[in-house]
């Protein structure tokens, strides 16, 4: 019986929970999207938003609590076949991450699901990453002028002018 045990073991020992843990949401803060088993994703997922809430603070004392929690891990670019420093994972997430998502009050994360599985174990993969405000796969909204007009004016809107763009003039087409 599991009385009162709370949290996913993921089949793994507590420091193994905690490394794997920490090098997830690392991975996450430098890429922004990685590729994962979707109980992984589900165990990493509270832990990186509560990072991204601490940098959104950007103190000092939540940036050394963040750096208690995921430790400092450098990130290196190739350049000319030689690995170089660039930065570090608490500095992006301070610098570039909590700023982006100064106002916004969580949900700082999604999950997406793949078709694809794991050829190992055939677990179910999806993508993990961060939301960002300009993203392809978010729904746009439509104007407010389309959504409170009249079924009459919302004909007017969407339908083509008779006019040919040899009748239009440069004025017309700065308009449109």
Not at 7 to 36: D, P, V, Y
Not at 41 to 53: Q, S
Not at 75 to 99: A, R
Not at 131 to 149: E, G, L, M, R, W
Request: proline fraction near 5%.
């Amino acid at each position: 019986m599991r009385h009162r045990v709370a949290g996913k073991h993921l089949s793994r020992t507590s420091a193994h929970r905690r490394a794997l843990q920490r090098n997830l949401a690392a991975s996450l803060f430098e890429h922004g999207t990685i590729s994962t088993t979707r109980e992984k994703a589900r165990f990493v997922r509270p832990f990186a938003e509560k990072l991204i809430t601490l940098a959104r603070e950007g103190s000092l004392h939540a940036r050394r609590r963040a750096a208690a929690l995921l430790g400092d891990r450098d990130i290196c670019d190739v350049q000319d076949g030689v690995p170089v420093k660039t930065t570090t994972v608490i500095h992006k997430l301070f610098s570039e991450i909590g700023p982006a998502f100064a106002d916004r009050n969580g949900g700082y994360t999604r999950t997406i699901k793949l078709p694809l599985r794991r050829v190992g174990d055939n677990g179910q993969l999806v993508l993990l990453q961060l939301v960002t405000q300009q993203s392809a796969t978010a729904p746009t909204k439509a104007p407010s002028s389309a959504v409170s007009a009249s079924p009459q004016e919302a004909h007017e809107l969407h339908t083509p002018t008779s006019e040919t763009p040899e009748d239009q003039t440069d004025e017309d087409v700065e308009q449109k």
